[in-house]
């Protein structure tokens, strides 16, 4: 079992930026593949990115490409989200996921995840 706690989210202006931690607690976190979903009131859950266990392969939604940025810190058994140029549309409850996978190299496909955080809100206003 692994228990995973999102902070940092908050409310922002357009072309903020802010940064997203989830704290993984209960397994080696070092055997996780990490990624970050997010769902809009209205929407579907939607994947925004993934990282390898190993931190060296990384995935990101079309949407997010080149504005944010997932990375891990093993020692601290934490992930992040560095998102910068904020949009409206960006405004969600973001959740982090864990997947237990046998590869260092590999990032599962989004339906993959079996643990989950409680979630963060992120407001980006107009």
């Known amino acids: 079992q692994v228990q995973l706690v999102e902070s940092g989210g908050g409310l922002v202006q357009a072309g903020g930026s802010l940064r997203l931690s989830c704290a993984a607690s209960?397994?080696?976190?070092?055997?996780?593949?990490m990624g970050w979903f997010r769902q809009a009131p209205g929407k579907e859950r939607e994947f925004v990115a993934a990282?390898?266990?190993?931190?060296?392969?990384?995935d990101y939604a079309d949407s997010v490409k080149g504005r944010f940025t997932i990375s891990r810190d093993n020692a601290k058994s934490t992930v992040y989200l560095q998102m910068d140029s904020l949009k409206p549309e960006d405004t969600a409850v973001y959740y982090c996921?864990?997947?237990?996978?046998?590869?260092?190299?590999?990032?599962?496909?989004?339906?993959?995840?079996?643990?989950w955080g409680q979630g963060t809100q992120v407001t980006v206003s107009s």
């Open positions: 990282i390898s266990r190993n931190g060296v392969r990384t």
């Open positions: 209960g397994r080696t976190f070092s055997r996780y593949a």
């Open positions: 996921a864990a997947e237990y996978t046998g590869g260092d190299f590999v990032v599962p496909p989004p339906s993959a995840y079996d643990y």
